[in-house]
């Protein structure tokens, strides 16, 4: 299973990965992308099989990036990692597409508890 991490932040990649490896998913492939424009680009050539998204990033936001592989028919599990978690932020993601929403900061078990669903 390839999943893809997408996050502004390097060091904030790496947890996400730490963190889902520590839940029991070390036994995937993980690729990062560093703003939603270089997201685009990289499920749209190699269809990851999970994406995992930050929501405020530079050039693309995670939304933005969400509505825009629903503009080219991609239909992917995709999920958002964010600080901001709020009642209206969960309504809009949900009603663009996203299957989950876990809040900063994190543990693995919240990863494991959420994303069982999605990673066998």
Not at 42 to 63: A, K, Q
Not at 79 to 99: C, I, N, P
Request: hydrophobic share 40%.
């Amino acid at each position: 299973m390839n999943i893809l991490i997408v996050d502004d932040s390097t060091a904030m990649r790496q947890m996400v990965i730490r963190a889902m490896r520590q839940a029991g998913f070390g036994d995937h492939e993980y690729s990062q992308a560093e703003d939603g424009e270089v997201a685009l680009e990289s499920i749209l050539e190699t269809r990851p099989d999970l994406v995992v998204c930050d929501w405020n990033m530079p050039n693309m936001n995670g939304i933005e990036l969400l509505k825009k592989l629903g503009e080219h028919n991609v239909t992917v599990p995709f999920g958002f990692v964010t600080t901001e978690s709020s009642l209206e932020m969960k309504t809009v993601a949900k009603e663009a597409g996203a299957r989950f929403m876990i809040s900063k900061p994190f543990t693995p078990e919240v990863f494991e508890k959420t994303l069982s669903g999605f990673i066998s």
